[in-house]
Nanobody
Framework: VQLQASGGGLAQAGGSLRLSCAAS????????MGWFRQAPGKEREFVAA????????RYADSVKGRFTISRDNAENTVYLQMSSLKPEDTAVYYC??????????????????WGQGTQVTVSS
């Protein structure tokens, strides 16, 4: 599966952005999906994950209550709605896919496919 992330940009603290990740192929619903981010000089870190139909989700503590992950299997797309943005949310955001419908993986090695990343910059 190929992933294409979009929707990044510049936002002010307290603002919102919605990221999208479009997937190729006709088996999108066979994959659990995740979002990760990487700030300059830091390791890539888990942000959010959801199962094949979006009924189960998991979030990093740092974004819980502010970010929402969702998916539209008819459109082969996963979303990350980001609200109440903080300067520390500044990073390149990556979507990722792992085959298997259930597991909400939080480690980078657990995902097989990665998008190219989209930059999110939050100004104070």
């Amino acid at each position: 599966v190929q992933l294409q992330a979009s929707g990044g940009g510049l936002a002010q603290a307290g603002g919102s952005l919605r990221l999208s990740c479009a997937a190729s192929g006709r088996t999108f619903s066979s994959y659990a999906m995740g979002w990760f981010r990487q700030a300059p000089g830091k390791e890539r870190e888990f942000v959010a994950a959801l199962n094949w139909d979006g009924t189960n989700t998991r979030y990093a503590d740092s974004v819980k209550g502010r970010f929402t992950i969702s998916r539209d299997n008819a459109e082969n797309t996963v979303y990350l709605q980001m609200s109440s943005l903080k300067p520390e949310d500044t990073a390149v955001y990556y979507c990722a896919a792992r085959f298997g419908q259930v597991v909400l993986a939080t480690q980078t090695y657990e995902y097989t496919y990665w998008g190219q990343g989209t930059q999110v910059t939050v100004s104070s």
